[in-house]
């Protein structure tokens, strides 16, 4: 009876498709051995990508019990920072300067760089009151403080580098001081995280706090960057450099409760972003203005 067919026709189907399956070449569709012996995961930008995407989940892991959040916030500001660092290496493209000098110019600003600008800060009363005052006691030292480690790696006795690489070496700077600030305030404020803002402020410190301070930073840079190729009005242009950023900074300070705020900070990575883009010809046409006799000397 066709009634009684039914029941014996689906375990003939089922092993056909359990056949079918079994005829996949699976350690060809997961050959996961063979990744395991291939050298490629573990060089160039595989390994970096292998690296940024597990180092959140080792990092949850390792600081899961601890009773406070240091060295949570240690980890995922220099997480966030090495990644703002990798997408500045592929905007700028600068000179290769070398790990050790990366690993200097982050170090001194993490510690000397900091530890000035705080210092500096005190002496003048830091306030963001109003624009003026967020300029002058906040925004131009700490400028300035970030600038202190490309002056001193790139300048003294470490040979000539275009604009555009004193423009990375600024970033580099200004990740470390961002990434040194967002754990100082993260560590000063955690019991306040769960007022209202407190939370989304930490997170922005953590994720693009460093981006901000690289953008500013880079800025200043890039008109060292400018002086060295011009000596006799180097220090005209690191003031020049340091009044873009410093100015920025301190307006950014005094109206980033609002959409001011975010309006500055846009402006601050699209100059950033800009000096990034267009250095080379910047520094050629000031070269050519340099070469061009003036009404003193004709």
Same mark, same amino acid.
């Given at each position: 009876?066709?009634?009684?067919?039914?029941?014996?026709?689906?375990?003939?189907?089922?092993?056909?498709?359990?056949?079918?399956?079994?005829? &996949?070449?699976?350690?060809?569709?997961?050959?996961? +051995?063979?990744?395991?012996?291939?050298?490629?995961?573990?060089?160039?930008?595989?390994?970096?990508?292998?690296?940024?995407?597990?180092?959140?989940?080792?990092?949850? +892991?390792?600081?899961?019990?601890?009773?406070? @959040? %240091?060295?949570?916030?240690?980890?995922? /500001?220099?997480?966030?920072?090495?990644?703002?660092?990798?997408?500045?290496?592929?905007?700028? +493209?600068? %000179?290769?300067?070398? $790990?050790?000098?990366?690993?200097?110019?982050?170090?001194?600003?993490?510690?000397?760089?900091?530890?000035?600008?705080?210092?500096? %800060?005190?002496?003048?009363?830091?306030?963001?009151?109003?624009?003026?005052?967020?300029?002058?006691?906040?925004?131009?030292?700490?400028?300035?403080?970030?600038? /202190? *480690?490309?002056?001193?790696?790139?300048?003294?006795?470490?040979?000539?580098?275009?604009?555009?690489?004193?423009?990375?070496?600024?970033?580099?700077?200004?990740?470390?001081?961002?990434?040194?600030?967002?754990?100082?305030?993260?560590?000063?404020?955690?019991?306040? &995280?769960?007022?209202?803002? !407190?939370? /989304?402020?930490?997170?922005?410190?953590?994720?693009?706090?460093?981006?901000?301070?690289?953008?500013?930073? !880079?800025? @200043?840079?890039?008109?060292?960057?400018?002086?060295?190729?011009?000596?006799? @009005?180097?220090?005209?242009?690191?003031?020049?450099?340091?009044?873009?950023?410093? @100015?920025?900074? !301190?307006?950014?300070?005094?109206?980033?409760?609002? $959409?001011?705020?975010?309006?500055?900070? /846009?402006?601050?990575?699209?100059?950033?972003?800009?000096?990034?883009? #267009?250095?080379?010809?910047? *520094?050629?046409?000031?070269?050519?203005?340099?070469?061009?006799?003036?009404?003193? #000397?004709?």
């Amino acid at each position: 009876m066709p009634a009684s067919a039914a029941p014996s026709s689906v375990p003939g189907a089922l092993d056909g498709v359990v056949a079918q399956f079994q005829r &996949l070449p699976f350690a060809a569709l997961l050959p996961l +051995q063979s990744w395991a012996s291939d050298a490629w995961w573990r060089q160039g930008r595989s390994a970096l990508f292998l690296l940024m995407a597990l180092a959140p989940f080792a990092l949850l +892991q390792a600081t899961s019990e601890d009773a406070d @959040v %240091e060295r949570s916030a240690v980890g995922f /500001a220099v997480y966030f920072a090495i990644l703002w660092l990798v997408a500045i290496r592929e905007l700028v +493209q600068p %000179e290769p300067l070398g $790990w050790s000098v990366v690993a200097g110019i982050s170090a001194f600003t993490a510690i000397a760089g900091v530890a000035l600008a705080v210092a500096v %800060e005190e002496q003048l009363g830091a306030s963001t009151d109003d624009p003026f005052s967020s300029i002058l006691t906040v925004g131009l030292p700490e400028e300035a403080a970030k600038a /202190a *480690a490309v002056l001193i790696f790139l300048m003294i006795g470490r040979g000539r580098w275009s604009p555009r690489t004193y423009l990375y070496a600024g970033a580099v700077s200004g990740l470390a001081f961002g990434a040194a600030e967002a754990v100082t305030y993260t560590t000063a404020y955690a019991s306040f &995280l769960d007022l209202e803002g !407190g939370l /989304a402020v930490t997170l922005w410190r953590l994720l693009c706090g460093s981006l901000f301070h690289a953008c500013m930073a !880079g800025i @200043v840079a890039f008109f060292v960057g400018l002086g060295a190729w011009h000596r006799d @009005v180097l220090w005209h242009l690191v003031v020049v450099g340091l009044l873009i950023a410093g @100015v920025l900074h !301190g307006l950014y300070n005094y109206f980033s409760d609002g $959409w001011g705020g975010a309006v500055l900070a /846009a402006l601050t990575v699209f100059t950033f972003v800009g000096y990034a883009r #267009t250095g080379d010809r910047i *520094a050629a046409r000031l070269t050519a203005s340099s070469a061009m006799p003036t009404a003193a #000397t004709q």
